[in-house]
């Protein structure tokens, strides 16, 4: 039997809330809605949903506690829709459990790309960097995990021993958007302290390596106050 994909909306701005369901309906989801957070939660807890799309500004609760109570007894994705730019709201939903967030007003080729990433890596044994991945393919850019080889246009690209354990962690995480805390902590310990500059640093060698124009990437992305984000694998 053939299950559709299931995805919960909560939403209280009608238009949106409109808007995502026929988008979700036409590539072959199946919807459920809820206007409050009220509702949400119900039905995260009574249908199951495959996905979760939350909106953070709700009329009844704030979505940041819907995504705390789900995170005490589910990992299903959520990802964040937010109209506020506010970089530390999009972290504080990061750091409280939410897979990935999305910008309003986003297009619909956008919203799919976030959903299919969010649900590749709920598919994942193991949420941490086991890979089942042995390369990452995007564009004239390989990276081979087992190797630890990357190659850009056929030609290898030589990266320091931090580099390339930056560039291999958004690699395995391609698509979604890794906060510069989750970055520093990954690679040099949750006792790092400050490293923000350092990791500017090697981000701008990084980019003078693989990027044709630094100023303008196409691989690796940077998402204003936040974190990174690299171009999704194509395989
Ligand atoms: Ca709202």
Known sequence: MYHKISILVIEDEKSICDFISRTLELNDYKVMTANTGKDGLAIITS???D???LDLGLPDMDGMDIIRQTR????MPIIVISARTQEKEKVNALDVGADDYITK???TSELMARIRTAMRHSNKIGSNNQLITKEYRAKDLRVDFDKRRITLDGNEVHLTR???KIVSILAQNSGRVI???ALINEIWGPYAGDNNRILRVNMANIRRKLEKNPAEPEYIFTELGVGYRML???G
């Open 47 to 49: 249908q199951l949903p």
């Open 51 to 53: 996905l979760v799309l």
């Open 72 to 75: 005490e007894w589910s990992s």
């Open 105 to 107: 007003p986003f297009g």
């Open 162 to 164: 931090v580099e390339y």
């Open 179 to 181: 906060t510069y805390d």
């Open 232 to 234: 999704e694998d194509e």
